[in-house]
Nanobody, 125 residues
Framework: QVQLVESGGGLVQAGGSLRLSCAAS????????MYWFRQAPGKEREFVAV????????WYPDSVKGRFTISRDNAKNAVYLQMNSLKPEDTAVYYC??????????????????WGKGTQVTVSS
């Protein structure tokens, strides 16, 4: 069982930065690939980033590549999302998720084993 709690969301102006954190419970954190997704009102949940168990592999969709960086600290049971050059279209609830599998896409993201409750990010123009 893994419990995930996101933090670090807030209101920021376009062009600004935010760093999201996700604290994980459980002794097996290092066994899970970690994900960030986001969901804007009326839209489907969108894949934002993934990092492998060791942190050696990461992947981003084109919508955030070059602006967002995912990282993890297995000693602290934490994963982070550094978001730079934020745009109004980045406004969404951001979710942390964990699964033993490292994938660059999910046909159904709700197949991922564990989810946090999300943190709101709002980017003003």
């Amino acid at each position: 069982q893994v419990q995930l709690v996101e933090s670090g969301g807030g209101l920021v102006q376009a062009g600004g930065s935010l760093r999201l954190s996700c604290a994980a419970s459980g002794r097996t954190f290092s066994s899970y690939a970690m994900y960030w997704f986001r969901q804007a009102p009326g839209k489907e949940r969108e894949f934002v980033a993934v990092i492998s168990t060791s942190g050696g592999s990461t992947w981003y969709p084109d919508s955030v590549k070059g602006r967002f960086t995912i990282s993890r600290d297995n000693a602290k049971n934490a994963v982070y999302l550094q978001m730079n050059s934020l745009k109004p279209e980045d406004t969404a609830v951001y979710y942390c998720a964990a699964d033993p599998l490292y994938r660059r896409s999910w046909s159904d993201p709700y197949d991922i084993d564990y989810w946090g409750k999300g943190t709101q990010v709002t980017v003003s123009s």
